[in-house]
């Protein structure tokens, strides 16, 4: 007789797939990675508080994925290189003018990845 899985192993599974993701934002021929599941709960609550209490997998899902998830996955990833790197000095360098031809992300092996 077969046996049912254990209780919470799917939702285990997807959070291990999670946890490994690596986000590639190249924006204007910089590139930069964002380990998703190696974001910090200081980095999660920041981004909780600049972005009005949404949390960071908010800002990863393809359907509400905007401009602003763009300049998330840049800040937290340039926070993982330089944890003192703020908010507003992102908000500085971001570029308000993307155009689509600006813009190239992608999901990469987490094993390709120095920072994850």
Avoid: C
Wanted: hydrophobic letters at 40%.
């Amino acid at each position: 007789m077969a046996k049912a899985p254990r209780p919470g192993v799917g939702a285990r599974n997807d959070a291990a797939d999670a946890a490994s993701k690596v986000m590639e934002l190249t924006i204007r021929g910089e590139t930069v990675r964002l380990g998703v599941g190696t974001v910090t709960i200081d980095d999660r609550a920041l981004v909780r508080k600049h972005m009005h209490g949404l949390p960071v997998e908010s800002f990863l899902d393809g359907e509400t994925f905007g401009l602003d998830s763009l300049f998330i996955i840049w800040w937290l990833s340039k926070r993982q290189a330089v944890p003192s790197y703020s908010f507003a000095q992102a908000r500085e360098e971001f570029p308000d003018d993307l155009t689509p031809d600006d813009v190239q992300l992608s999901e990469v092996d987490a094993g390709d990845s120095p920072e994850a």
